[in-house]
């Protein structure tokens, strides 16, 4: 099994920064991508942004310029540093990672529980 924790989420000012942090730990054999992803009250759970195991990135259109999400492998863990917030971005960020377990040797999904990001106008 794969666990995954953030952390980093809080109450902000519109302006300010915040930088949310997820750390994968268990039997993991490899992960091959990992994101974040928001939920909003009364919305659907959104892409916020993605990092495959090349480097490559993903991002919403929302946040494009304003949010970088970053990676260190020794770690397994994925950050998202967010610039610029606003109102509309407050929102319960979830982590996500495709990782191929030792016990499972298939790819699977897992989630994170969900760290609360509050943008104050």
């Known amino acids: 099994q794969v666990q995954l924790v953030e952390s980093g989420g809080g109450l902000v000012q519109t302006g300010g920064s915040l930088r949310l942090s997820c750390a994968a730990s268990g039997s993991i054999r490899r992960i091959n991508h990992m994101g974040w992803y928001r939920q909003a009250p009364g919305k659907q759970r959104e892409l916020v942004a993605t990092i495959r195991g090349d480097g490559s990135t993903n991002y919403a259109d929302s946040v494009k310029g304003r949010f970088t999400i970053s990676t260190d492998n020794a770690k397994n863990t994925v950050y998202l540093q967010m610039n610029s917030l606003n109102p509309e971005d407050t929102a319960v960020y979830y982590c996500?990672?495709?990782?191929?377990?030792?016990?499972?040797?298939?790819?699977?999904?897992?989630w994170g529980q969900g760290t609360q990001v509050t943008v104050s106008s």
């Open positions: 996500r990672t495709l990782a191929v377990s030792v016990t499972s040797g298939s790819e699977r999904s897992y």
